[in-house]
Nanobody
């Protein structure tokens, strides 16, 4: 059974930082791409950042230069370092992994990030 467990969310003031973690169990993630997504109530979930099995990264334009995705395969974990946070970054953040293609195969339950102005 594959499980993804996000942690590190919380309440932070604008301009602050948070680091999210995603621990994966039930799969060895070294051959998976890993990604972070976020969703605000009433809006579609959006992909924030992704990292391939070869450590190539990609970012949504809205977070580029502020967020950094990384992975530690020895810990089966992905991270999202979020700096210079803005109120519009407030959302539930989800971790996901995929083996092939563009569809994300497995998802976590999400962690709330709230940025106050």
């Amino acid at each position: 059974q594959v499980q993804l467990l996000e942690s590190g969310g919380g309440l932070v003031q604008a301009g602050g930082s948070l680091r999210l973690s995603c621990l994966v169990s039930g799969r060895t993630v070294s051959t998976y791409a890993m990604g972070w997504h976020r969703q605000v109530p009433g809006k579609q979930r959006e992909e924030v950042a992704a990292i391939t099995s070869g450590a190539t990264t990609s970012y949504a334009p809205s977070v580029k230069g502020r967020f950094t995705i990384s992975r530690d395969n020895s810990k089966n974990t992905a991270y999202l370092q979020m700096n210079s946070l803005k109120p519009e970054d407030t959302a539930v953040y989800y971790c996901a992994i995929r083996r092939l293609g563009v569809r994300w195969d497995y998802w976590g339950q999400g962690t709330q990030v709230t940025v106050s102005s």
